[in-house]
């Protein structure tokens, strides 16, 4: 195990950002990031991880997708306005395609799944290019997560109100509020 960084090393690693409503997650992360050489900050919300981004412009940044019940592609946009060389990676349990193409072309540099452990984050974090080896899949998607996406698809496209979403699907809100919130299927 190595000893982590001393007071005047820690002055000089680089700052990240780290914003997700787990505290718990939050707390293992910041550790295992500490040790690899991060100065880390970490905020539980939006309106925390703007102020603490306008005070430490952050260099990295990993954020959740899905913060209680803000978006964290907000705050993509926002730490991009900032500083557009900030590497984001977006994390997130409810992965879509909706969701990762609009957290790339809003300016993350990069998007993984949870579970996803530090080491993957930091490798995500500096990864420069794309990678054309990545398999394709060999089945598509499932009618369930096919009809996941839709609804993922179809709250962007309201800028995340629910109610306007559901308006749009001609579903009631919180039938679609019960089908967001479950994971969405693995293939």
Known sequence: MQPGPTHSQQDDAPTLLLVDDDEAF?????????KRGFKV????????AISISARHIPEYAVVDLRIGTESG??????????DEHTRIVMLTGYASVATAVEAIKLGANHYLTKPAD?????????REDGDPT??????PLSV???????????LLAHHGNI????????MHRR?????LYKRPVRE
Do not use: F, M, P
């Open 73 to 82: 592609l907000e705050l993509v946009s926002k730490l991009v306005a900032l």
């Open 118 to 126: 530090a080491n993957e984050i930091v490798a995500a974090l500096n």
């Open 134 to 139: 990545v398999a394709v899949a060999e089945k």
């Open 175 to 179: 039938t679609l509020q019960r089908k």
């Open 163 to 170: 109610s306007a979403a559901a308006r749009a699907l001609k």
């Open 26 to 34: 939050c707390k293992v992360l910041c550790d295992a990031l500490g």
């Open 144 to 154: 369930k997560r096919l009809e996941w996406e839709h609804l993922q698809k179809i």
């Open 41 to 48: 900050y970490v905020a539980y919300n939006l309106a925390e």
